[in-house]
């Protein structure tokens, strides 16, 4: 499994259209290019991280070279967001999450 971890400072009053934005884009991979979804998680008022799962990096090559992509929600997270970090990719090889039922 291929993961990549995401980190940034949003503008204050900003938080919930990031959240919005960022869920719009995961249910668009999610429907539209096998992707395996993501998880956000907030770290304080004004930051966040998240991570998003592929199969594998070919998948999420590929998904990222469509024609089709989710531009308006990507732009409205863009408008969010005060600083980033790089994005970590990372390659799983041992998985001890439990899944919620």
Request: aromatic share 10%; proline share 2%.
């Amino acid at each position: 499994m291929y993961t990549v971890l995401y980190q940034w400072k949003i503008r204050s009053g900003k938080q919930q259209e990031f959240m919005s934005a960022w869920e719009e884009v995961t249910d668009y991979y999610l429907k539209n290019h096998e992707a395996l979804g993501s998880r956000l998680h907030q770290i304080d008022d004004h930051s966040f991280a998240a991570y998003a799962q592929w199969a594998s990096k070919a998948d999420r090559d590929k998904a990222f070279a469509s024609v089709d992509s989710p531009d308006s929600a990507i732009e409205r997270m863009r408008a969010c967001v005060v600083d980033r970090l790089d994005p970590i990719e990372m390659v799983m090889i041992l998985d001890k999450l439990k899944q919620n039922d």
